[in-house]
């Protein structure tokens, strides 16, 4: 099979993929790989990811012009032109709306904090994109500010977007971003999250290089200045020496009747209730 061919099929299989996990519900979601160096292979505009066939797909220029294809490309064609534009690197673009990650999107709370050490290693921080209508060159824009930086990142109010050096790095960086998502509502939920220290997220992202993992940027040794493209990643690390584990999460109360005002007061059965929601949904 040529790479044209084989690629139209990865394209339909993550599609599968992404609609099977619901990470796209109806016609959500797009997804786009590298030809060669001027051309894209597109998802097309108003199908459902989950039942694609190879023959669907776009083929597009760098500026988003048809080239080959009975359907019109996506309608994110801009957001993918400008990843592309500003990362040389990435071969393939995924973007969906899985309902976990898009939750934290929506409630404007980024994935930042250092919790899983898998996570950290591929993809470090998670941000959020400011919110931009959709299919608009606002969204580019918005993108435009942490791509450089970011593999993944939550998209506000809508959902997420991620790159890669293959098509099937980018969606497991998806997949990823949305398993994280699960296991810090599961913990918030539960009241309390051990963050790593700062340490042991350098070191961790100095492991990067013997898994074969290029890290998009290191992480930021100062806040950088909110106006700025990224050029560094945010990780909410407390400093730690020798320390590997903190208690607590900075800034918040204790569990516990601490704080009156920050308090919320569940029975015994409405608190089993929701954590095995939250577990259910895991599975
Ligand atoms: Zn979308």
New binding site residues.
Partial sequence: MTTEGSLRGDIVEVGRRMYARGYTASN???ISVRLDPDRLLMTPKSVCKGFMTPDMMCITDLDGRKLQGDRDPSS?TLMHLEVYRQRPDVQAVV?A?PPVATGFAVAGIPLTRPVLAEVLTTLGSIPIAEYAT?STSELPQAVRKYIKAHDGML?AN??ALTVGGDLFSAYYKMETIEHFAKISLVARLLGRENLIAREEVERLQQLRGSYGIKAPAPICDDPPDALEDATCQVVDAPAGQGLRLVPDVPGRPSPGPANDQDEIRLTYRELSILIEEAVKSLR
Avoid: I, T, V
């Fill in positions: 959500d979601g797009n994110e973007h709306h959709p998209l809508h959902g």
